[in-house]
């Protein structure tokens, strides 16, 4: 352990009460010099790292050498940075003295005198317990989504086996193999972002792009936001109803039908979406209201806070959805468990 008079006109300079406030550190703590030799280490840092020799073995030495192999330019770019006198952080594996593995999460700052870097302050934390619990998060997370993803194709395989053996039409047979489609579908983008948040593009181009007959007949407008999982399932399903619905009946079922996406954020930071459909045959108002009309006119605005406006016009089906930005944000929304 390093003795009290040492420390003191190491630390002389850089600030009073400095080596109090260090001892009573939880984390490591190393003052480095000019030249990036450790010249200073505080208790909690030689018994976290598990060194018993700091003065015999570790004072004077170049600060990227006591790191591994793995992590030395990591390292090195952080004290050049500081020398420089830009703080940075950074997160790298070293195991202790002792070889024990651990991972640290470490901020270097520059200690300036008259305006020139005179040391480096580099304080460390242990973050060895986090990267275990992450890891067994992502590992628990990536099994439910197999095991999810396999549990849908059975549904469906299932549903579509005992519609047809009980004489079920190919329409009402499509349709839930379209819907549990759009459903596995944007869980894939969710599990892609392991489950935090789904791309609005992909989730319209993921819903509506299979229904196209050619490039010409889809035009997707708006800048990227992020939706949160549980609106993300109910806007994927709303947006899979439109397309059937523009399939059967509206400007997808035409060659030269067209239907046009977008969506913009208005300065009040209200989302306001527009589905237009042109070029398709006359269009007539539903004589009941079924199912994706449910979805689209009822789910949708509940799980988003919003309005929505369906305007059955003889050119073309327009529905418009307006909605509080903040609702694609809920953090209380539907996660995977575990």
């Known amino acids: 352990m390093a003795d009290d008079t040492s420390d003191k006109a190491v ?3 850089v600030g009073a009460y400095f080596l109090s406030i260090v001892e009573a550190s939880q984390d490591c703590i ?23 020799d700091f003065e015999g073995r570790n004072r004077r030495r170049y600060w990227p050498d006591m790191w591994p192999g793995e992590s030395r330019d990591t390292v090195e770019q952080a004290l050049r940075a500081a020398m420089a006198g830009n703080p940075s952080s950074f997160r790298a594996f070293c195991p202790t003295a002792r070889g024990a593995p651990r991972w640290w999460e470490t901020t270097v700052s520059p200690i300036l005198e008259g305006g020139q870097v005179i040391r480096v302050l580099a304080t460390s934390r242990d973050i060895t317990g986090e990267r275990t619990a992450e890891a067994n998060r992502v590992l628990l997370v990536n099994e439910l989504n197999h095991r999810v993803k396999n549990t849908l194709a059975t549904v469906q395989s299932i549903a579509n086996q005992s519609l047809r053996n009980a004489g079920v039409g190919t329409d009402v047979r499509d349709a839930l193999e379209g819907r549990l489609m759009a459903i596995a579908a944007t869980h894939n983008v969710l599990t892609d972002q392991n489950w935090s948040a789904a791309s609005l593009r992909q989730i319209v181009d993921g819903s509506v792009t299979p229904y196209r007959s050619n490039p010409g007949q889809l035009t997707i407008t708006g800048q990227d936001l992020k939706v949160s999982p549980k609106p993300a399932v109910v806007m994927a399903l709303a947006f899979h109803e439109l397309a059937i619905n523009a399939l059967k009946y509206g400007a997808l079922s035409a060659p030269g039908g067209h239907v046009d996406i977008r969506w913009s954020v208005e300065p009040d930071d209200q989302l306001h979406i ?3 459909e042109r070029g398709g045959p006359p269009v ?9 009309s449910r979805i689209v006119q009822l789910a949708l605005p509940g799980e988003l806070g919003g309005a929505v406006d369906v305007d059955y016009r003889a050119e073309g089906l327009r529905c418009t959805i307006r909605s509080p ?3 694609l944000d809920k953090v209380d929304a539907f996660m995977p468990l575990g």
């Open 284 to 292: 007539r108002p539903p004589e009941r209201r079924g199912f994706g």
């Open 325 to 327: 930005l903040a609702a």
């Open 274 to 276: 527009e589905w237009a």
């Open 11 to 13: 630390l002389e300079g």
């Open 30 to 52: 190393r003052v480095i010099s000019a030249d990036g030799v450790v010249e200073y280490m505080n208790a909690q840092g030689q018994a976290l790292f598990e060194i018993e």
